[in-house]
Nanobody
């Protein structure tokens, strides 16, 4: 089970940190995806929980990071220098060690948290 939180309204240039707390089955990879109104769900970032290895999409590189706290079973999405184009519902997801940037490779999903960036 995944519980995402931390969304809200922020001005352009601001920062926000999303949290994804997980419980239940063990997982190897955690990912963040986002979906803007009328658009498909897109990859944002992922992390291998054991090694801490991360990957982020080109659209957020240099602005977003995906730290983790294994003791708290929580993964975060730290978002800096936000722009209105980052407005979307953000979802966290859990997958196996082979999960990459495709939503279809993730088995479990959180409920989504809305991030709105005003100009």
């Amino acid at each position: 089970q995944l519980q995402a939180s931390g969304g809200g309204l922020v001005q352009a240039g601001g920062s926000l940190r999303l949290s994804c707390a997980r419980s239940g089955a063990l997982t190897s990879t955690m990912g963040w995806f986002r979906q803007a109104p009328g658009k498909e769900r897109l990859f944002v970032a992922r992390i291998r929980l054991s090694s801490g290895w991360t990957a982020v999409s080109e659209s957020v590189k240099g602005r977003f990071t995906i730290p983790r706290d294994n003791a708290k079973n929580t993964v975060y999405l730290q978002m800096n220098s936000l722009t209105p184009e980052d407005t979307a519902v953000y979802y966290c997801a859990a997958g196996s060690v082979t999960a990459t940037n495709y939503a279809s490779e993730y088995n479990y999903w959180g409920q989504g948290t809305l991030v709105t960036v005003s100009a």
